[in-house]
């Protein structure tokens, strides 16, 4: 499990006065409509982003990771979706706005990357162009100097002899020139705020690390807004200045990336950093995946939606009864949707971290009873 965050920075940029956050997204609720009932696939999720940071949004898969960038960027079908709530961006709203303004926005002001680069690029066009008409199209730049932006933007993302290369076709291009392709054709028009959703997912481990300090570089010349998608806590531990985790369509917790890795208050957030592998892992302990499945979101289940594969329920003051029946809200900034106390939550990651043997991080140290004392009921004292 990751256990040592790479950025150091806590807490969000200081804005200039008067600025709000480059991007801002407060209750945001996406709905679609299927033959089953309505899917609340994401529900009331709030976060704001500065310039030049990185946002880590991290969950299972399922828990509305991807939902959630598709409305930032108004690409929802409007006929099957609901999404309310609103989205700033660069002090100017996305929710509501029309589909030709938000075309505007698309690639100018904020820009995606996924998973897969094959289903973004074209088999059909060479890479050159599928950077330079983006380029063209919102900067009305010449055919020519918009190549030549696109033979820029090639050797800026590391791709050897840059001009050469743009006349090829993406599957001359191997997976991880491929992903360093649509850096290129994400960044082209300089856009505020890039999303990355599962970036180095498909990549082998040597690549992804390239990936990811390739989009650091690129975001301390240009200070883009990163949203940074992933399932994997690894992937965001080097990368992400603050982490938002996600369980079935809501935040469950939030942090620093210090804070979230280092100390985690939510159950969830410790399953899943038991589930991780890092380079310190004994090779040979076997890793704890969270036990079951998330919830299925046409039903999720009521109260805290993770009660049904949490151990820690009868910890709760209230009894376990309060974890099905009452929902946990997540505070304000640094905090975790759980009936936990604050002391039980801290208390909770050094227990776990005990258990599997494993370092924590230096900020938590882990007490010589693996803070289970903390984690007792008050009548069990
Ligand atoms: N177009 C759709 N219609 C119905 N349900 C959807 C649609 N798109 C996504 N979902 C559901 O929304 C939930 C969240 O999906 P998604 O955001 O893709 O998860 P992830 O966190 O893995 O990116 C899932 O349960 C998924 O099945
Ligand atoms: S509220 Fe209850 S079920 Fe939910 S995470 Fe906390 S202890 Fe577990
Ligand atoms: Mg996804």
Redo the contacts with the bound molecule.
Sequence with gaps: MPTTPGREAAGPAPAAPGDGPFLSVTDLRVR?T?EDGP?R??DGLSFTLERGRTLGIV??????????SLAILGLH?PR??TVSGRIRLGGREVTGARERDLERLRGNTMSMIFQDPLTALSPYHTIGRQIAEPYRKHTGASKRAARERAVEMLAKVGIPRPRLRAGDYPHQFSGGMRQRAMIAMALVCDPGLLIA?EPTTALDVTVQAQILDLLGELQQESGTAIVL?T?DLGVVAGAADNILV?YA?RAVERGSAAEVLGAPRHPYTWGLLRSTPDLDSDPDEPLRPIPGTPP??LAPPPGCPFHPRCAFPPRVAGGPGRCSAERPELPEGRGAACHLTADQQRAGWSAEAGRAGATGSASVPVPADGGADLLRKEGDR
């Design positions: 679609f299927t899917v696939a994401v969950g299972e898969s399922g828990s509305g990771k991807s939902v959630t079908d099957t979706t959703d998608i399932h996600m369509g299925s979101l």
